[in-house]
């Protein structure tokens, strides 16, 4: 079962960019020649057996382990060209039309957009449009719950899809109307189910609760003193909304016969309470994505709120979204942040992004994280899992002596992380001045090449940290 979050009405203050069109790199030739590289580097490696000082350190941990075990499973380092998975990519589309929310079931990847909804099942590669049924309108919100798949619009209510949105049936029996017009409905700003229970939230309209997968909706808004809602949160067996005009948070544990504000500590000034753009629960905390605050955090179901905004450098944040015990934030105009730590501390992982890009959703499907960006489309990168930082291991020298060959042209850096860690590579000249900062950001295990920097001939120190590892090296310029 997966929420997806939608692009609210608020989006529509956000001033449009041009669609730009991106060719999607092809990475098997660079990662063929990787893995060749990565082959010769180990088996260099046996042929030296000399342990690094970093191997020596734990090597009483890892005694019956083999030597080229190690040093399979260390940072590698060599100078090649090509691409890497450090960043963000853009994805094929859709093209045209912006997309508002993303959802995915069964290695199928859905956008919900202007021009209704489209789906991928190759990684965002090609899209197509999947709209019998569904009513020519704006989708800001898409669920899958039991295998159907949902979309909410923005005048024309909610449609249900039970074949991978091959067909739509409107499912609006008991929507509220828009005020003065009988034929559009309510915003439908998010869709979340609990259990048997499928809830909406709509702008004006309040919450509604489904009991039979949305033939009927009943509103369920005693207590609910501001009913322009954004989002929707289920914790346990309390459901919360977020919602806008200084309202803050709600929380009902009765299925929302009865709800109550719960604001404390969510304020700006005495009195004043944010505005709630976005929900997500991480490990039983509740976060709260705001709109001039950054984001909040609670243990205690809403009864009281903390700032949660170390690292943060936005004010605004769009969306929200949490995975085995990471937290992603979108941002209005600053991209896309990540939390390991339950919302303690944050780091930029912007790197590929367009900037000032309002991030309007996240969502997963299989290992990858999807981010749609208004008017640049949708982005995709490997997901960081909740791992430690790396201990223990060894930057691997691009060749003996640790000299690196670098040419302005086409002088790449290229390293391979175990696990997921925040990294940072830094070169000073001999004098200690800092020349060049390349990486300070969470990034995912996997393989990563980035552009060295443009430096004279000479002798410099490279400084790699990744998590608590920390390494110099000496690197030798030859032109």
């Given amino acids: 079962m997966l929420f997806c979050r939608p692009a609210t009405h608020l989006h529509s203050h956000i001033c449009n960019h041009h669609y730009r069109l991106c060719e999607i790199a092809v990475q098997i030739h660079a990662d063929l020649l990787l893995l060749l590289e990565l082959l010769l580097g180990i088996l260099l490696a046996s042929l030296f057996d000399r342990p690094s000082p970093a191997e020596s350190v734990g090597q009483t941990k890892r005694a019956s382990m083999k030597k080229i075990t190690m040093r399979a499973c260390v940072l590698f380092a060599f100078v090649v060209t090509g691409q890497g998975f450090a960043q963000w990519v853009q994805t094929g589309g859709p093209i045209g039309p912006i997309t508002r929310t993303l959802a995915a079931s069964g290695g199928v990847l859905f956008a919900g957009t202007d ?35 949902f979309a909410g619009t923005l005048h024309r209510g909610i449609f249900a899809s039970v074949n991978n949105g091959n067909s739509w049936t409107a499912i609006n029996k008991g929507l509220p109307n828009e005020p003065l017009d009988t034929i559009s409905f309510a915003q439908i700003n998010d869709i979340a189910a609990a259990g048997a229970n499928l809830f909406t939230c709509t702008y004006g309209g309040g919450v509604f609760l489904s009991r039979n997968s949305g033939s009927s909706w009943n509103a369920i808004n005693s207590g609910l003193t501001n009913t322009n809602v954004y989002s929707l949160a289920v914790n346990g067996t309390n459901l919360f909304a977020g919602t806008g005009a200084g309202g803050g948070v709600f929380v009902t544990a009765d299925n929302g016969a009865t709800w109550k504000p719960v604001n404390n500590g969510l304020t700006y000034t005495p009195g004043m309470v944010y505005s709630v753009y976005e929900l997500a629960v991480n490990n039983g905390h509740l976060f709260a994505g705001t709109f001039s605050g950054g984001v909040y955090g609670t243990a205690n179901n809403g009864e ?72 640049s489309g949708v982005w995709r990168r490997s997901l960081l899992t909740a791992s430690p930082a790396p201990t223990g291991v060894t930057l691997e020298k691009a060749s003996k002596g640790n000299v690196v060959s670098i040419s302005s042209a086409a002088g790449v850096l290229r390293y391979i992380l175990p696990v997921a860690s925040i990294v940072s590579i830094k070169y000073y000249d001999l004098q200690g001045r800092l020349l060049a900062s390349f990486v300070n950001q969470s990034e995912a295990a996997g393989i990563y090449s980035m552009a060295m920097p443009s430096l004279p001939k000479g002798f410099y120190v490279r400084d790699f940290r990744a998590g608590s590892f920390a390494q110099k090296d000496r690197v030798t310029v030859l032109r």
């Fill in 115 to 149: 021009a209704g909804v489209f789906y991928s099942s190759n990684n965002g590669v090609d899209w197509t449009a999947i709209n019998t049924g569904l009513a020519k309108d704006t989708v800001v919100s898409l669920a899958t719950n039991g295998g159907t798949l």
């Fill in 304 to 375: 009281s709120w903390t700032d949660a905004n170390k690292g943060l450098s936005a004010a605004s944040v769009l969306s929200l979204y949490a995975h085995e015990g990471n937290i992603f934030a979108g941002t209005g105009s600053s991209g896309v942040f990540l939390s390991i730590d339950n919302g303690a501390s944050w780091t930029s992982i912007s790197g590929g992004l367009p900037s000032n890009n309002a991030v309007l959703c996240f969502c997963k499907s299989d290992s990858t994280l999807y981010a749609a960006l208004y008017g």
